[in-house]
């Protein structure tokens, strides 16, 4: 159920905010700004001291109404610490078997960063889903419908380099969804909250422009 919960949300509301903070406080704070523009698919990652803890008080406040994640994930066991936690996605920078594995036996949806064919391949044979292009910026949205010429059916989703002026590209090229991050969350520096919440209504707006039905 987790995972169809989680991927009908991507359809829903096609773009993650990936939060990134100096404290699980100042992610809580940030998640739920996104939260209040209507970005309801929130990625915490854990660069992010006590991530687990911001996991818990989101998916505690804000679980009937977001889906809350963990990002950043790098080994299976701070996949299963985001998991009990209440993350309802795992997101990871490169593909992890051990990973991919514990994220299938919990039911959890795994978004592993892929740059290959041959990796998008041992991802999909283990159960992956939805598979995560990062840096997108390295690459561009050309290098996601070459990809998909040869594999149509495999879901993308770029992190890194996605802004409101270019996902009109990435989504046209066939993405299923795009990551957002700095641009973003950076007016939190500054103590800018319901500045992020007016940057999030922005990019939920375009998506569903983008992406009416």
Not at 100 to 109: K, S
Not at 135 to 150: E, H, L, Q, R, Y
Request: hydrophobic residues 45%; charged residues 20%; negative net charge.
């Amino acid at each position: 159920m987790k995972k169809l919960k989680v991927l009908g949300s991507l359809q829903t509301c096609g773009v993650v905010a990936v939060i990134r903070a100096d404290n699980a406080e100042d992610a809580r704070k940030m998640s739920a700004a996104c939260i209040e523009g209507g970005l309801t698919n929130i990625e915490v990652t854990f660069t992010t001291p006590g991530a687990e803890h911001a996991i818990r008080e989101l998916a505690a406040e804000y679980g009937d109404r977001a889906v809350i994640g963990a990002g950043t994930v790098l080994d299976p066991i701070t996949a299963r610490i985001a998991i009990l936690a209440g993350a309802e996605f795992v997101v990871s920078p490169s593909f992890e078997k051990d990973t991919a594995e514990i994220c299938n036996l919990y039911g959890i949806p795994y978004m592993p960063g892929v740059l290959t064919l041959g990796e998008i391949k041992e991802a999909l044979k283990m159960g992956v889903d939805v598979l995560k292009l990062f840096p997108g910026s390295a690459f561009g949205a050309d290098f996601v419908k070459a990809v998909k010429g040869p594999m149509p059916h495999i879901s993308i989703m770029p992190t890194g380099g996605v802004d409101l002026d270019n996902m009109e590209k990435w989504l046209n090229a066939g993405c299923i969804a795009v990551g957002i991050g700095g641009n973003l969350t950076a007016p939190a520096k500054q103590g800018r909250y319901e500045q992020i919440t007016e940057l999030a209504a922005a990019y939920v707006a375009k998506y569903r422009e983008l992406r009416p039905n």
